[in-house]
T-cell receptor
Framework: GESVGLHLPTLSVQEGDNSIINCAYSNSASDYFIWYKQESGKGPQFIIDIRSNMDKRQGQRVTVLLNKTVKHLSLQIAATQPGDSAVYFC????????????FGKGTHLIIQP | GAVVSQHPSRVICKSGTSVKIECRSLDFQATTMFWYRQFPKQSLMLMATSNEGSKATYEQGVEKDKFLINHASLTLSTLTVTSAHPEDSSFYICSARDRPGQPTEFFGPGTRLTVL
């Protein structure tokens, strides 16, 4: 079936550097995408979302880019901090709000001091 | 806003017993809630969609008689794992939408179930 996937299972960056987490999706009907941060033993925490009629959206220290042509989604985190260490998941929805989210595999972001 | 709680946070039970997990939306009404399970170092897998006042919709491969879902009010959904076995040990997470038709989901803190 169609799925959402991530290129890198683990990403290690130096504190203060920018990080980019990538996600590929295969469902061309997907019209909503969302990034979550999950710390160990906790539930996913909403970071930022984007609809398919946009290609970029910015939040506080985070930017999500959407390239519908190649079905690619990325999360950019600026000036990474130790508290950014976590697993990051992309998720997509194509049901117009009727269905639950389909999650990607996740990327473990490690911030090196 | 959009705070979701779960209870209990951890539960250990004996094989063959049933366990109930509660999911509550604390500051909003949720007509739709979702239940996911997550194994260690893996992603979240949707188990079922819980709609207030109607039967839950289960994903393929999820046994509805094994995982009973009740969504009796706009702020509470429960998941009961019946006749639990060690392979049911997992991290169970619920989510809720704060606006009908809007796909954004807010997650609870999760419940760690260990079946001995």
């Amino acid at each position: 079936g169609e799925s959402v996937g991530l290129h890198l299972p683990t990403l290690s960056v130096q504190e203060g550097d920018n990080s980019i987490i990538n996600c590929a999706y295969s469902n061309s009907a997907s019209d909503y995408f969302i990034w979550y941060k999950q710390e160990s033993g906790k539930g996913p925490q909403f970071i930022i979302d984007i609809r398919s009629n946009m290609d970029k959206r910015q939040g506080q220290r985070v930017t999500v880019l959407l390239n519908k042509t190649v079905k690619h989604l990325s999360l950019q985190i600026a000036a990474t901090q130790p508290g950014d260490s976590a697993v990051y998941f992309c998720a997509e929805n194509s049901g117009g709000g009727a269905d639950g989210l389909t999650f990607g595999k996740g990327t473990h972001l490690i911030i090196q001091p | 806003g959009a705070v979701v709680s779960q209870h209990p946070s951890r539960v250990i039970c004996k094989s063959g017993t049933s366990v109930k997990i509660e999911c509550r939306s604390l500051d909003f009404q949720a007509t739709t809630m979702f239940w996911y399970r997550q194994f260690p170092k893996q992603s979240l897998m949707l188990m079922a969609t819980s709609n207030e006042g109607s039967k839950a919709t289960y994903e393929q491969g999820v046994e509805k008689d094994k995982f009973l879902i009740n969504h009796a009010s706009l702020t509470l959904s429960t998941l009961t794992v019946t006749s639990a076995h060690p392979e049911d040990s997992s991290f169970y997470i619920c989510s809720a939408r704060d606006r009908p038709g809007q796909p954004t989901e807010f997650f609870g803190p999760g419940t760690r179930l260990t079946v001995l």
